[in-house]
């Protein structure tokens, strides 16, 4: 582990990295994914088909596959991204998906009944969806969304081979200079995972419990 | 050839790579590396060369991804200038190139192969460096490759390693080039990715302005493109690596003759030959590094 203590520094800048890459993509996800979740119950069927279209897209795809789209693919049709930024849309694309499908199961949890009272209390769609409809919805979701950003933050180290100094670059880095070490260094990038990933296993325990329902 | 049609029709792929080498055998040697007439009394009692020519087979780590040094096609049988210098080795132990088992090598696995048996050798664009002695031998070096740069056709203001101030550079994360670039130049941008030819797309892409590995590597990808890729100065190095045959470390005997094995093919033209069929083909021919006999 002397090893960490020697490259404390380089280990901090790849520890943020993840954890800022984490924390935009999964913030970025989470609304888009709500919004194609709330597509994919639309009245309107064109809608209903784009927001099909673009979770079965992603979500059947392998994410370095993606990540070479945003990385290589783009770019050479013009449009060039920062290597973080492009790891950022990557990554939200494909968490997006699965934040849909989080969300949609927990919508469809929701009973019939309070969607018809909704309505017919006169309220539009997007009324019923938001005011009625998705904070029920929210509550069931919340153990499956945790786990698609426990996932998330493990996704991350896919950016590693793309450009971005983040914990899994760093320990390739590591293990080629300090080779008589390799074990303890990976040991040592696997427990920075489990700092980020325990902690919101913890938070998914405490949400779940202050939104149960009172019945 | 003489199997039932459904075995054979089953075994298609098997019968084919076997009909390959059973006609490269055929052909008496014209591409082969020639097989010494070995006697196994030649050899020490009890010494590795007299255990492998009984065996009367060697087990060789390669790489299988490496272009013109070790590099499997669909049949699965590398071939490359390592892979040569593999036959060499064999054919002086009486080991035809046919009966030689290859088995891949990557960077990271080659000392622990060698450490438990698994492979017999090693020759792999193996850099023969003082961590590595610590807990391997080697033999040669037969090569020595050093670090280039690859720009694009077009780009002049790339002129050597000491103008890539502010460049962005690609090369291959944990790699040891890339290790130089950040020890030695901090003050260009390295970008990593995880293979070479992601760093040659960005490099396409004009994402990053220069490619550094050793010179063998880049000239790989040269030779596949050349209407697009360049070596600064024609491939100039400013790194020695020089390449080495891995073995059992403290093995003594075997060592010596590796290295009179290789010795031999400087002085009879084989090593020279079998660079020219292989890396030779996009590379010049160079003189044969001295061997080190530590």
Known sequence: ?215 | MSKPLNRRLFLTGTLGSAAAVALAACGGGEEEPTVAEVDTADFPEGSTMAALAEAGTLTIGTKFDQPLFGQAGPDGNPVGFDVEIGKIIAGALGIAAGDIKWSETVSANREPFIENGQVDIVVATYTINDTRKEVVDFAGPYYEAGQALMVLIDNEDITGEDSLAGKKVASVEGSTPAQYILDNHPDSELVSFDTYSNCVTALINGQVDVVTTDNVILAGFVAADEENLKLVNDGETFTTEPYGVGLAKGDDDFRTFLNDTLQAAYDDGTWAKAWEDTAGVVLPTPEPPAIDRY
């Not at chain 1, 582990?1 to 989470?30: H, K, N, P, V, Y």
């Not at chain 1, 950022?88 to 969300?103: D, G, H, Q, R, W």
């Open chain 1, 1 to 215: 582990m002397d090893t960490f203590l020697i490259e404390r520094d380089m280990l901090w800048t790849a520890f943020s990295t993840t954890l800022t890459l984490a924390a935009i993509s999964g913030a970025i996800s989470l609304v888009l994914g709500t919004l194609i979740a709330a597509l994919r119950v639309s009245p309107y069927a064109p809608l209903r088909a784009l927001a099909t279209a673009y979770t079965e897209f992603l979500r059947n795809t392998p994410l370095t596959i993606v990540f070479f789209f945003y990385v290589f693919v783009t770019p050479s049709m013009g449009f060039t991204f920062d290597y973080k930024v492009a790891a950022v849309i990557a990554l939200s694309c494909y968490t997006s998906a699965f934040v849909a499908e989080a969300v949609r199961s927990g919508i469809n949890s929701v009973t019939v009944g309070q969607a018809e009272a909704a309505r017919s209390l006169g309220m539009s769609f997007s009324q019923n969806l938001s005011i009625v409809v998705l904070p029920q919805a929210f509550r069931t979701a919340i153990p499956p969304l945790i786990s698609v950003f426990i996932a998330l933050v493990k996704n991350t180290s896919v950016a590693g081979a793309f450009g971005v100094f983040e914990l899994f670059a760093l320990s390739k880095r590591l293990t080629n200079v300090y080779s008589a070490d390799v074990i303890a260094i990976l040991v040592g990038v696997a427990l920075c995972y489990l700092l980020l990933c325990i902690p919101l296993g913890q938070l998914a325990g405490h949400l779940e419990r202050k939104v149960a329902f009172a019945r």
